[in-house]
């Protein structure tokens, strides 16, 4: 049994600014002993986080279970959407309700008894108002701006080899029912200052053959970005070592201690002991069980993605596009071309189902050209943290003085995670105000608080 002398209780603003004072005191008198930071979750949450802590001089450590060139965001399809609506829309739910139980459709729920996902499902439907896609929709507008501003600077001041460009992205129709729903969430990202210029078929297919005469039209969202997701997240993670930050792969972390509220270190599996003096929960999908351990509630559901790279087609389609119909994403990637989408939750697991990847060159039959022609090279799941009332969780976590939240960005991950890691170490070290709407806050209920050392098995994974 470990005694412990009863703590003074401070409120939690205080507690946070005497850790960062300590911090800053280290650091300007010694640089023997400077605060150390660690992040749980090595995926592009977590390494953009450790690049902006570190280029500020923080001694941060990163810590996953797996590698960081294989976290869930690193097979995406490398769409820098700005301004990207969130998953929970007006008029949704009875669109869901169709789709639910067919393993061939863009969304899918295999039937399971699971009361978290079921609480997850019922506050999604309450997510589903004119009201609550107006007030997101302000927010994951102004976060657009700014995380293209962070994507600029950091390629041009890294210089990154990730295949970077801004051609923007195409939504492209086949339907004029989809057309013309397409036209008006152009209007609504339009009025948010965005430029779309909308094409027709015709149109479409002089700058892009490779587009078949089924297309009726798209939205050229010109002022979006790409990236190659994994050529990104590697090369950044570089540029955060060579700052000074430490990355663990392959590393499994047995228990993240507490003491009074603040957090005093990880145990890894091997039984070494790391002492850190401000935690950020970083893991993606797994957050809610790393948060939960520690007397934290973050309500999340893994959304399972696939992706299926194939040999290039002739022609190749040169921008990267949704279909619209079929919610199957397309990018020219790496030489090939990747065929990515759909949303399945099943739990935390990487099952691949064949159905789900065969729906992906099912779904760009119609639009492309020469897809059947072509080999597939590779196959690929991942999970994206998905949070019920679609924004991502940013801030403090509550009942707790030094441990930070950045989790929940669902499809948006890749496309957010430079603007969340520069306002993360801004929160950290400049005490800059949490984003209200963000934060963990949103989900707190009445519960005692942990004490002492809480201990966890920890998941499969954590990116």
Known sequence: ??????????????????????????????????????????????????????????RVTVIDRGAFDTAASTGNAGIIALGHPPMPRPGLVGQTLKMLLDPANPLYVPPRLDLDLIRWMWDFRKACTESHFRHSMKI??????????????LVEEENLDCEYHRTGWLDVFATQKRFDQGVSE??????????????????????????????????????????????????????????????????????????????????????????GDLLVLAGGAWTTHLARSIGVNVPMQPGKGYHINL???????????????????????????????????SGINHRMVQQRLDRLRAGARQYLHDIDGQHETSTWCGLRPCTADGLPVIGWAPNSS???????????GFALAPVTGRMLSECILDS????????????????????????????????
Not at 1 to 14: I, N
Not at 29 to 46: A, C
Not at 194 to 200: A, G, Q, R, S
Not at 437 to 447: I, N
């Open 311 to 345: 040999t290039k087609p002739t022609p190749c389609v040169s921008t990267t596009c949704v279909l619209a119909e079929t919610f199957v994403a397309v990018t020219p990637i790496g030489g090939g071309l990747r065929l990515a989408g759909t949303v399945e939750f």
């Open 432 to 463: 800059r105000p949490e984003p209200e709407p963000l934060s963990p806050r949103r989900y707190v209920r009445k519960r005692s608080v942990q004490q002492g050392v809480t201990r966890h098995t920890a998941p499969a994974r954590m990116s």
């Open 402 to 412: 030094n441990v930070f939240v950045a989790t929940g960005h669902a499809m948006m």
């Open 1 to 58: 049994m470990v005694l412990q002398a009863e703590a003074v209780r401070l409120p939690l603003g205080t507690l946070r600014m005497m850790i960062w004072l300590r911090g800053r005191l280290s650091l300007g008198v010694s640089q023997l002993n400077p605060r150390h930071i660690i992040i749980l979750g090595g995926g592009v949450i977590g390494i953009c986080a450790a690049y902006y802590l570190a280029r500020r001089g923080e």
């Open 186 to 275: 152009a209007q609504l990202l339009q009025s948010y200052g965005y430029n779309v210029d909308i094409l027709t078929g015709d149109e479409l297919r002089r700058r892009e053959p490779a587009f078949t005469a089924h297309v009726l039209g798209a939205a050229h969202y010109t002022d979006s970005r790409f990236a190659n997701p994994q050529r990104f997240l590697a090369e950044l993670a570089d540029r955060a070592a060579r700052r000074g930050a430490t990355l663990r792969t392959r590393s499994e972390v047995k228990s993240i201690r507490m003491s009074n509220r603040t957090f005093t270190g990880v145990e890894l599996d091997t039984g070494e002991q790391i002492s």
């Open 140 to 153: 994951l507008a102004e976060l657009g701006w700014a995380t293209g501003e962070c994507f600029d600077q």
